[in-house]
């Protein structure tokens, strides 16, 4: 497994609990989607996977080794794992141009060639080499989640954690995202973490399925059983509520 949740429990400081013994994990260059209704628990899971958060409880694993505390110790795992989040409008700072965007991590962590990391970057996410003089208002949404894709493989990572990477995306951008993901897992081998509550997403993208009810796990395994033939009630009605891409 290269990153694991083991019998993960977990608190708000001011809040009743949030996650209760998930356990789950996720195998090199293998996908897993984390699904759930509103509130399930998705997003502060994906902060604990990312180290953001520490569990109340459990342990979180990287490489089969619980998550570094020390900064410095920090710094391997920060290059492995990446990510990407659901709004391209509120997460690329607008002030900046792409070029300092997608070269954030890179400078976060230290790395000197940073201009040809970023170029090929956007070249990776089919964004024109001019994109990085200009600014995020200068494009579309789906050019944003492009712009946000790029950054995050800037540093060549091996885990990406997605939260709704297509969900504030029109239908056929949409379309064109997923099969970005896709291709991106393909030729690079990445291993994919995602929250959605787009099960077409999650059918196209995902090996694996996580279900969350409350904070716990209720139900896990291949996608195309999980969504196919749904062992757990919840599971069958969340699939019943959940709108789908027309096929
Ligand atoms: N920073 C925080 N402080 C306190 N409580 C929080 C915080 N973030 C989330 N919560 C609470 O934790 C619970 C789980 O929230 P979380 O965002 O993980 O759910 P989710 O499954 O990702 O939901 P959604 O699909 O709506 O994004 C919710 O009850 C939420 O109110």
Avoid: N, W
Wanted: aromatic share 4%; with cysteine; charged share 25%.
């Amino acid at each position: 497994m290269i990153l694991e949740a083991r019998s993960v429990g977990f608190r708000y400081a001011d809040g009743a609990p949030v996650l209760d013994d998930v356990s789950f994990g996720v195998t090199a260059g293998r996908s897993v989607a984390l699904v759930g209704e509103s509130a399930a628990g998705k997003t502060t899971l994906l902060r604990l996977l990312l180290g953001l958060r520490r569990p109340t409880s459990g342990t979180v694993l990287f490489s089969g080794r619980p998550l570094p505390t020390r900064h410095r110790a920090a710094q391997p795992f920060r290059r492995q794992v990446q990510t990407v989040f659901q709004d391209p409008y509120s997460s690329l700072d607008p002030r900046q141009q792409v070029s300092r965007i997608v070269g954030e991590p890179l400078r976060a962590l230290g790395f000197t060639d940073q201009a040809p990391r970023v170029a090929a970057a956007l070249d990776a996410v089919g964004l024109p080499a001019d994109a990085a003089e200009r600014y995020p208002h200068e494009f579309s949404g789906g050019q944003r989640q492009r712009i946000a894709i790029a950054r995050a493989i800037a540093v060549e990572p091996t885990v990406l954690l997605a939260d709704e990477p297509v969900s504030a995306l029109d239908v056929s951008t949409k379309v064109r995202i997923i099969d970005l993901l896709a291709e991106l897992r393909a030729t690079r081998g990445l291993t994919l973490v995602m929250v959605s509550h787009d099960l077409a997403a999650v059918a196209s993208l995902c090996d694996e399925t996580v279900v969350l009810e409350r904070g716990r796990v209720v139900e896990q395994g291949p996608t195309r059983e999980v969504l196919g033939s749904p062992r757990d009630a919840y599971t069958r009605r969340l699939i019943a509520s959940i709108p789908r891409l027309p096929s």
